[in-house]
T-cell receptor
Framework: KAGVTQTPRYLIKTRGQQVTLSCSPI?????VSWYQQTPGQGLQFLFE???????NKGNFPGRFSGRQFSNSRSEMNVSTLELGDSALYLC????????????FGQGTRLTVV | TQLLEQSPQFLSIQEGENLTVYCNSS?????LQWYRQEPGEGPVLLVT?????EVKKLKRLTFQFGDARKDSSLHITAAQPGDTGLYLC????????????FGAGTILRVKS
């Protein structure tokens, strides 16, 4: 069974630009969550999508948004990038709920210059 | 302040030694999970503990969930270099609904 696939693996963007990251969950998993990981803050919850609807949201500004498609694939978008957005962005898929066992992708390393 | 406090933050030991990592909170959790993460990769789920007082073993790793479901520990026996990585505890605190909250992690380095 294929795992969680995130693309791209690495990304370099300039301040002010926007970026879209993609996540394909494990087949059959309907919950997709996004996390930001930085050395200083650790793993911080961004949002969770289930059946194309945002079910939970973390404490991040509105520049961070996401969506989920009917095939459970998810994208997250960050607009007006800031230097502080440099981080490893992780996607996790769960069968039904984000608070149960989460299976993570390898992440997208975003560097904002 | 982290909802889940992990200690120690960093551990460097020799191959063959034993170690324990702690995960503590003032909140009650319906379950706690332990993950291991290697540099440049996503966390990999090791175990989920659900019942207060539960003990689970995974080869040389022993996981325990506190009776009050507010704390957990991970004990590694005879550590090996392959155990090196970032160990994270995570769980859904009652007051947070479906969100998974992570501890800051323990960086373990096992030297041969």
């Amino acid at each position: 069974k294929a795992g969680v696939t995130q693309t791209p693996r690495y990304l370099i963007k300039t301040r002010g630009q926007q970026v879209t990251l993609s996540c394909s969950p494990i087949s059959g998993h309907r919950s997709v969550s996004w996390y930001q990981q930085t050395p200083g803050q650790g793993l911080q919850f961004l949002f969770e999508y289930f059946s194309e609807t945002q079910r939970n949201k973390g404490n991040f500004p509105g520049r961070f948004s996401g969506r989920q498609f009917s095939n459970s694939r998810s994208e997250m978008n960050v607009s007006t990038l800031e230097l502080g957005d440099s981080a490893l962005y992780l996607c996790a898929s769960s069968l039904i709920q984000a608070n149960t066992e989460a299976f993570f992708g390898q992440g997208t390393r975003l560097t904002v210059v | 302040t982290q909802l889940l406090e992990q200690s120690p933050q960093f551990l460097s030991i020799q191959e063959g030694e034993n170690l324990t990592v702690y995960c503590n909170s003032s909140s009650v959790f319906s379950s706690l999970q332990w993950y291991r993460q290697e540099p440049g990769e996503g966390p990999v789920l090791l175990v989920t503990v659900v019942t207060g007082g539960e003990v689970k073993k995974l080869k040389r790793l022993t996981f325990q969930f506190g009776d009050a479901r507010k704390d957990s520990s991970l004990h590694i026996t005879a550590a090996q270099p392959g155990d090196t990585g970032l160990y994270l505890c995570a769980g859904p605190p009652r007051e947070y609904g479906n969100k998974l909250v992570f501890g800051a992690g323990t960086i373990l380095r096992v030297k041969s």
